[in-house]
T-cell receptor, first 109, second 112 residues
Framework: RKEVEQDPGPFNVPEGATVAFNCTYS??????FFWYRQDCRKEPKLLMS???SGNEDGRFTAQLNRASQYISLLIRDSKLSDSATYLC??????????FGTGTRLTIIP | SAVISQKPSRDICQRGTSLTIQCQVD?????MFWYRQQPGQSLTLIAT?????????ESGFVIDKFPISRPNLTFSTLTVSNMSPEDSSIYLC?????????FGSGTRLTVV
């Protein structure tokens, strides 16, 4: 079983729709969680950290459920520019990051 | 957040040769991380580089193949040694910024 699992997609979503990604992690000792966005042929860029209380940044909402060991990302009112691969990431302390395989999202005009 | 300058951005190398990748950070950081991203896959940690000590390698990666230098708190190099086509990949360095991890722009390596 992979340490961090994501649905690889692809998700093809019409512009303006809401889309949700889920991610599960196997190491219950994981302490920090992140969502990264990676555009084609580019490096991953931090989208948002994920906190137990849930956090929101504009159209993006992230949730962490420690009991069930899953993380979610919700994108509302999706834009064409949201098309990318979204990487779920878990870490133990501020050290080793474990990446999911990524979920590819394409927003359709 | 920290800004990382990584070079080269890409290279095409002959099998059996070595390539050294450099990362320069605009601030001092304790740990630097080196990742590999194979085509169509996610990132895998190669090693963690601490200044003043030997790098810590993940399972499946060894120092002879991927020697790392960390001469100061703002700079690190990763060498891919005795390359084979299986080493064709993107190599990225990363640092913790206090808010999250920042990545260099990556080195796209093709071994022919």
């Amino acid at each position: 079983r992979k340490e961090v699992e994501q649905d690889p997609g692809p998700f093809n979503v019409p512009e303006g729709a809401t889309v949700a990604f889920n991610c599960t992690y196997s190491n219950s000792a994981s302490q920090s969680f992140f969502w990264y966005r990676q555009d084609c042929r580019k490096e991953p860029k931090l989208l948002m950290s994920v906190y137990s209380s849930g956090n929101e940044d504009g159209r993006f909402t992230a949730q962490l459920n420690r009991a069930s060991q899953y993380i979610s990302l919700l994108i509302r009112d999706s834009k064409l520019s949201d098309s990318a691969t979204y990487l779920c990431v878990a870490s133990f302390g501020n050290e080793k990051l474990t990446f999911g395989t990524g979920t590819r999202l394409t927003i359709i005009p | 957040s920290a800004v990382i300058s990584q070079k080269p951005s890409r290279d095409i190398c002959q099998r059996g040769t070595s390539l050294t990748i450099q990362c320069q950070v605009d601030s001092q950081v304790t740990m630097m991380f080196w990742y590999r991203q194979q085509p169509g896959q996610s990132l895998t940690l190669i090693a963690t580089a601490n200044q003043g000590s030997e790098a810590t390698y993940e399972s499946g990666f060894v120092i002879d193949k991927f020697p790392i230098s960390r001469p100061n708190l703002t700079f690190s190099t990763l060498t891919v040694s005795n390359m084979s086509p299986e080493d064709s990949s993107i190599y990225l360095c990363s640092v913790w910024t206090g808010f999250g991890y920042t990545f260099g722009s990556g080195t796209r390596l093709t071994v022919v």
